[in-house]
């Protein structure tokens, strides 16, 4: 949980919490405005610009400060709304955060009192009061009942009263029963009578009207924004129904189309639970859109009704941001934690495998296309093995859905199931069950023609019953617009050279007929899916969507559903598009001669939406980031385009950041080589590629390509804009950087005075590029051992980066490394290890637990453990760092060499 407060320099600042350390807090409740004050805005110190969503903040925090509170909670600039696991929690743990606060205050933006005298005239204010939005809408149903303590306030702060002293007009106006506005425990109170609170409330979003109940019925369920509000309160009854029964997690409901794989289902239902000493592992294996999701679903429900004694838990294994949020589910649902630490995952995760152990159980792993799952963002060191969270009970069963033959093979050898199309009897049944109007005999016959043409295809045959549904068409009409579309192709084709552009697919005939119909009706929503075509399928967040209003964007999105082109994606504000029609969609815009105008649309738009690699944005572009690398990757035609010049060279700054130097490595080397050929060898941002490009070698320990690199920029710089320019600056003090790494240590201390003094007098102390300089000289005093001067100048600078940066920015807590190491060095051990252990939190937690810095981190820690003579610990930690980097940057890396030198030496001498 992360909570705001005002650190010693006036700043404001956020501090995340585990739940065994949350201090007190006071938390605002309030009707969100046009522009409010977001995460992002904390970490640059850019909130009071909004002046709205300021003053509100502002009213909280001195509010706080008046009742003996140092922190509080503002949900719109506490929750990192890119996060999609912290999103996740934070939904199911609102109504808890809400009950732990200390105090709650109800700033009421639409009620006016200006005075004490005025508020203590609830006859003047008392209309207004009664007339309050607040009061009507769906979410702030919980932020009333909740708290232990309400307090409500007008727009100008005056205090107007608490939820005990305006019980009754607050009874008079809600009409919730005066016990509910006392604390009176809700289990008092029926279900029924619960769900009735809401009536007469509304929320922006019509699913909303449902998930605000969650935490009044105490229930966790995975928001689906765009399911409508109908099927979100049949899930919530689902999920009450099995709150009373066995702990199940199935986040779909049963497929009421599912036909044609009873004899797979039934082979599936002989091998559960079959191996003797351990879990039973079995591959439900098959090409894309042939039905293995709705064979693992209907195996799910049938298994969930069949047997109450065994737990159903689904989980989505397509990325690592999907496999911790399903696990937090099931952590959940068995009651391990009732709100799980995003800063443990990994605990977490094994304390819920081991609970999973002590029951029968099915769980079933979806879309599990490798043994290892990555992070959907730039990290290349956060990594998932699937096979450490697989319980070994024989009491349990393990399904995984794949395509990937040698996935099946590592996970589940001795039980693969592979799918087929389903036969034509059982086609003809899944077709009628999708269509809304029934078949005729003579419509059965012209049917079974139609599905010949589709293969059998389970999800050709989807779209083309969702075309037929949505625009009204007969099958036979159907059949003549798919016709109609290969004769097209053929006519095209035959033009051209003998390599055809479209695959015979008829994934490729539903969607151009599909196309067609929709450009007809919906011409905009194509936009939409023409761009998903050119960024990566899976995850696309709806924010990232080019133009229109809200309302226009959903109203699109939601014809692309209806056609089935599209899925929303459960529990975020996001869509996938199914492989095969990405790749059929990228098809028909080569064959229309517009694939190179959407992909230049795509870099273009991406060039406008994606931020720097700032770490204010650090959860944006990690999760933008695989979009980035698929368009930059799968470019075509002509790619000498300035945005994708700058696309380039942000990706590989981002990748850099997050420590992956070999694929910032790669882009730095194209961008470099681009931007010769388009702006020529002078160009600022020409010497931007080349000095990426240097650090890239550093930072991978090639020390003398690096440096040559870098002086030849360091030359241009100077001859272009001369010796104090800031880019001349930054470009010396990343030779000092390089020097260091070279053990040049009178060198760069001679060069980083020179730099330091010009940044003081021209950018100011508080400059970050002035603290990076003092950073580096307390690194240079500290290796030529000159400890007060490293520690002076240590201590300085990192009071200047709390005041300026905050806590927890990377930049601080490179400080805040570098002066636990000099403290230990003077043998200042008990601040000095406070120091570097709180920083090895952060840095865990922030930058991922085998990100560079957090190994450099780890290390000193290992050396100060060895000086002490702990040497098993020190051996541990130095095994961890060796192992860590050898995969990270590799065996031959200096840093990784060193750690093996040190590794070897230690452990002999822990056998002596």
């Known amino acids: 949980m992360r909570l705001l407060h005002y650190n010693e320099f006036g700043r404001l600042d956020l501090t995340t919490f585990d739940d065994k350390t949350i201090p007190p807090y006071a938390i605002l409740s309030h009707r969100w405005g046009e522009f409010e004050i977001v995460i992002e805005d904390i970490a640059r110190n850019t909130y009071e610009e909004k002046e709205e969503s300021f003053r509100k903040l502002k009213f909280c925090a001195d509010q706080a400060a008046k009742d003996g509170l140092e922190y509080f909670w503002i949900d719109t600039c506490c929750i990192d709304r890119w996060n999609r696991t912290e999103r996740s929690i934070s939904i199911n743990s609102m109504f808890q955060w809400y009950r732990d606060a200390n105090r709650c205050y109800v700033f009421l ?32 149903l919980q932020e009333l009942i909740a708290p232990v303590s309400v307090e409500f306030y007008s727009l100008e702060g005056m205090h107007l009263g608490s939820r005990q002293s305006l019980g009754q007009l607050i009874h008079d106006i809600t009409d919730l029963p005066i016990a509910v506005l006392r604390n009176c425990p809700l289990e008092q109170f029926s279900t029924t009578d619960r769900i009735r609170w809401i009536e007469g409330r509304s929320t922006t979003e019509e699913e909303d009207i449902v998930y605000c109940l969650l935490g009044i019925l105490q229930v966790s369920m995975a928001t689906a924004y765009g399911e409508g509000q109908q099927n979100a309160y049949d899930r919530l009854r689902m999920e009450l129904e099995a709150a009373r029964q066995t702990p199940s997690m199935i986040p779909f409901a049963p497929n009421p189309y599912f036909i044609g794989r009873g004899s797979q289902l039934a082979e599936v239902q002989t091998r559960m639970f079959s191996a003797k000493h351990t879990a039973t592992t079995i591959a439900i294996l098959g090409l894309s859109g042939t039905g293995k999701s709705e064979l693992a679903l209907e195996l799910a429900h049938k298994t969930a009704q069949e047997d109450e004694t065994c737990s159903v838990f689904w989980i989505d294994a397509s990325g690592i941001d999907n496999f ?32 999973l152990e002590k029951r029968s159980c099915l769980l079933v792993f979806d879309n599990t296309e490798h043994t290892v799952i990555r992070s959907n963002g730039s990290s290349a060191t956060e990594v998932v093995n699937i096979a450490d969270f697989l319980p070994q009970s024989k009491s349990c069963t393990i399904v995984f859905t794949t395509t990937n033959l040698d996935a099946a093979k590592a996970l589940a050898p001795e039980n693969i199931i592979e799918l087929q199309e389903p036969s034509q009897d059982a086609a003809l049944v899944m077709l009628q069950n999708r269509l809304t109007a029934p078949l005729s005999r003579s419509g ?8 010949k043409e589709l293969s059998y295809l389970p999800i050709a045959i989807s779209q083309a019953a969702a075309c037929i549904n949505a625009s009204g068409m007969k099958i036979q009409e159907y059949r003549s617009r798919l016709r109609k579309y290969w004769e097209v192709i053929a006519a095209d084709q035959s033009e051209l050279e ?6 015979k697919s008829p994934i490729n005939a539903t969607l151009g007929v599909a196309i067609e119909q929709i450009n007809r009706t919906e011409p905009l929503a194509l936009d939409h899916l023409y761009f998903t075509s050119c960024i990566y399928w899976k995850d696309v967040p709806i924010d990232i969507l080019s133009s229109g209003s809200p309302q226009s964007k959903e109203h699109e999105i939601r014809t692309l559903v209806k056609y089935a082109l599209i899925a929303r994606r459960p529990a975020s504000s996001a869509l996938d598009v199914h492989q095969l029609v990405h790749q059929a969609l990228r098809e028909e815009l080569q064959r229309c001669g517009k694939l190179e105008l959407w992909n230049h649309k795509a870099i273009a738009h991406l060039e406008y ?75 600022p941002k020409t010497l931007f590629s080349m000095e990426g490009l240097a650090l890239s070698y550093k930072q991978q320990g090639r020390l003398e390509e690096a440096e040559q690199l870098q002086v030849q920029v360091l030359d241009s710089m100077t001859r272009l804009l001369g010796g104090e320019h800031i880019d001349t600056l930054v470009t010396k003090s990343n030779l000092v950087h390089l020097w260091q790494d070279q053990r040049r240590w009178e060198d760069a201390e001679k060069l980083n005075l ?78 000095g290890l406070v120091m570097l252990a709180k920083c090895l939190t952060l840095r865990q937690r922030i930058l991922g637990d085998k990100h560079p810095w957090t190994l450099d981190t780890v290390y000193n820690l290992a050396l100060f453990f060895k000086f002490q003579n702990w040497h098993e610990p020190a051996l541990g930690l130095i095994r961890y760092c060796f192992e860590s980097r050898e995969e990270v940057l590799g065996e031959h890396h200096p840093d990784t060499q060193e750690c093996l030198e040190m590794l070897n030496d230690w452990q002999k001498d822990l056998d002596e």
């Open 109 to 140: 933006a639409d009620v006016s009192v200006t005075s004490k005298a005025e508020a203590s005239q609830r006859s003047d204010w008392e209309k207004a009061f009664r007339k309050s939005e607040w009061f009507n809408r769906g979410w702030t």
């Open 324 to 355: 911790y949020q399903s696990f937090i589910g099931v952590a959940q649902k068995l009651g391990t934690s009732q709100r799980v630490d995003p800063l443990h995952m990994s605990q977490a995760l094994e304390n819920c495998v081991r609970n």
């Open 444 to 451: 059965r016959r012209k049917a079974r023609l139609l599905l």
């Open 498 to 503: 003998p390599q055809p552009i479209v695959t």
């Open 609 to 683: 939406t994606v931020p720097g690699n700032d770490f204010e944005d650090r959860s944006q572009w990690r999760r933008l980031l695989p979009h980035v690398r698929y368009t930059l990757s799968s470019a075509i035609g002509d790619q000498e385009h300035m945005d994708r010049l700058d696309l380039m060279c942000r990706c590989a700054m981002a990748l850099t950041d997050d420590g992956d130097y070999r694929e910032s490595e790669r882009l730095f080397a194209q961008s470099f080589s681009l931007s010769k050929t388009i702006l020529g060898n002078k160009h």
């Open 754 to 831: 020179q730099i330091l003094e010009i940044k003081k007098r021209t950018l100011g102390e508080e400059h970050t590029d002035t603290l990076n300089s003092m950073t580096t000289l307390g690194r240079t005093y500290k290796n030529l051992g000159q400890w007060s001067k490293s520690e002076l100048i240590l201590r300085r600078c990192y009071q200047l980066r709390r005041k300026t940066q905050g806590d927890e920015h990377p930049l601080t807590l490179d400080c805040m490394h570098m002066l636990g190491s000099v403290l230990l060095s003077q043998h200042h051990y008990e601040e």
